[in-house]
């Protein structure tokens, strides 16, 4: 996420903190000492287990494994030889079921509203005790898939996605003998989410399914992001895409799994009834690694939040991770050994099939496969300046976006 007016009084969630860290190496370490640090100073003395101790040397190890970063695939820039002319892109391919939309068959009905929650045909149930407003949704540029400029754009106002987070908090022993921590780090969570407006929904981790920010309001979930569909590409998702937060760590201590079978099963129903709702296609299902970037160094993934291991297939959605990544194809975006080693070391194929495209594009153009990137880059910058202005740094362009 990130926050609009950062408050030194109110407290962040962690990865709010990790955003303000620009440099990715250091984030990704931020992320998991903090991981390890507030399970040891959450728990009680006595339930302080061995493997804290086995997980502080394991993330020492893995601190030291990502610190000779180096970029992967592609080549550094050549000097700055492009022309003015613009570039028309040529995007990858979307099959059928990346394309798909829930249609709004009459089968996901509002069942019950009352203040404090609402319930569905499906069974899903949204508690509303911490729902909040926030600055309704504007209506969005979404630009044109071949060249995407400040000049080439549609208007938009209608919800086209989900980006899914993890909220990287505090995670108590999902165990019955932890039931009360486990209710305070979901109350606190809560709290802060409300608090700083982070994201529309949050599924807590017996998999309760907490409205906070309005859907017809902006959460300061998706930072500067991009994503593309078969209409066009999205820049900075906050009015364009809704914000589902597990409360959850992406960088799991003990490799299990990161979401609870709760959780899971609660995200399908909400899943399936916003996808119903707002008719969202399954490939505008992502996570917030998916569509974040950072300006500051042009790579992908400045949030790494669901890196890896989404379960897309039990929310009923292809694997997504698969998906040529619009911010590689469409800008150009970079990605490092960091990345992969956030994504658990297993690139996603998605990566690669944007990586091709690029080679193909640059190859159509006649020109070097790095040159073409440059240009890519170039475009970005020249589209964020007439948008924002000048760009200063990544956490000031994308909230009012
Ligand atoms: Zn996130």
Known sequence: MSAK??????????????AKIDDPVARLRYLRQSAALRATKDAKPGRIAKWHWALGAAFLLAGIAVLPMRGVFFQPAAANTASKAPIVRRPPKLDQAALAKVADNGKIWQVESTRDYEEYSNGLRIEKKYAIGNRPRAGYRLFD???????????????????FHTTESHMAPFHKDANDSLRRAARNLLAEVQINRSYNYVIDRFGRVWRVVEESDVAWHAGNSIWADDSGIYVNLNDSFLGISFEAQTYNENKQAIATDAQIHSARLLTDMLRAKYKIAALNCAT????????????????TDWAGNFPFAALGLPDNYKLALPAVWAFGFDYHQT???????????????AEQNLQEQAALARIPAAQYKQKLQQSYKQL????????????????ES
């Open 145 to 163: 898939r071949a060249n995407p400029s400040a000049t080439r754009f549609q208007m938009k106002n209608e919800i086209a996605g989900i980006v």
């Open 339 to 353: 990345f992969i080693d956030a994504t658990g070391g297993q690139p996603w194929p998605g990566l690669k099939l």
């Open 288 to 303: 917030h690694a998916q569509v974040s970037v950072s300006m500051a160094s042009m790579g992908i993934g400045y949030h």
């Open 384 to 399: 964020i300046t007439a948008l924002y202005g000048p760009i200063h740094g990544d956490e000031e362009q994308s909230n």
């Open 5 to 18: 007016t950062p408050n030194p009084l109110v407290a962040y969630t962690i990865e709010a903190r990790a």
